[in-house]
């Protein structure tokens, strides 16, 4: 089956938001990794913040997957829950 150039795009841009959300996801692993270890208060302090930018990006990532899917719609604000995470770090 021959895909079209609209075909091709939409494949290219799922693969890139995939890729994107795997890394953000990849991300946070390591900043709950790091926040269960911190011991500092202004350390534990900054886990928290980067926890909270990761988990707004990958709520917007999955946003667009789910847009670009057909699925979802633009006013879909609800993120992913931190207690969703695994609580080990990716090898």
């Known amino acids: 089956m021959i895909k079209t150039a609209q075909e091709r795009r939409r494949t290219e841009e799922w693969q890139v938001l995939l890729s994107s959300l795997e890394r953000t996801r990849r991300e946070l692993v390591l900043a709950r990794a790091g926040f269960d270890g911190a011991s500092d208060p202004e350390l534990t302090e900054s886990f928290i913040y980067e926890m909270l ?10 946003r667009q997957i789910k847009i670009l899917d057909g699925m979802g719609q633009q006013t879909d604000t609800e993120g992913p829950s931190l207690g969703h995470l695994p609580q080990t770090a990716c090898p």
Request: hydrophobic share 50%; glycine share 10%.
């Open 53 to 62: 930018a990761l988990q707004a990006r990958y709520g917007y990532l999955l």
